[in-house]
């Protein structure tokens, strides 16, 4: 249960760190950094670009402006690439919750969760 705590917590692949299994921990970590490193980056990126608009004059500096164009959503192969790193950094997740709570009663001989 803790090894799935950790996971569940912190982030994917601790539990299995917690559990000795630093291949799958590897693999969990490095899976979910990437997803959640492309998600970041594109919105760092895009607060840059507003940051630009602003220093050049193109846009107002006011909040009004700013909110709205921060809350426009991404178009395209921008707003796919994004869908899919956010679903596979949840999905990583999931896994690496699941698997450590599973390894982690493996090593515990099978024995029945404590309530």
């Given at each position: 249960?803790?090894?799935?705590?950790?996971?569940?917590?912190?982030?994917?692949?601790?539990?299995h760190?917690?559990?000795?299994?630093y291949i799958?921990?590897?693999?969990?970590?490095?899976t979910a950094f990437?997803?959640?490193?492309?998600?970041i980056?594109?919105?760092?990126?895009?607060?840059?670009?507003?940051?630009?608009?602003i220093?050049?004059?193109?846009?107002?500096?006011?909040?009004?402006?700013?909110?709205?164009?921060?809350?426009k959503q991404?178009?395209?192969?921008?707003?796919?690439l994004?869908?899919?790193?956010?679903?596979?950094f949840?999905?990583t997740w999931?896994?690496?919750?699941?698997?450590?709570?599973?390894?982690?009663?493996?090593?515990?001989?099978?024995?029945?969760?404590?309530?």
């Amino acid at each position: 249960m803790k090894s799935a705590l950790l996971s569940a917590f912190i982030f994917p692949g601790v539990g299995h760190v917690y559990l000795k299994r630093y291949i799958s921990a590897a693999l969990l970590a490095g899976t979910a950094f990437i997803a959640l490193y492309f998600v970041i980056s594109t919105a760092v990126e895009r607060a840059l670009q507003i940051v630009d608009k602003i220093q050049s004059g193109e846009i107002q500096p006011d909040v009004a402006v700013i909110t709205e164009l921060v809350a426009k959503q991404p178009i395209g192969t921008e707003a796919q690439l994004i869908n899919i790193a956010t679903t596979v950094f949840i999905i990583t997740w999931l896994i690496g919750i699941a698997d450590a709570y599973r390894v982690g009663r493996l090593q515990d001989g099978g024995a029945p969760a404590d309530g």
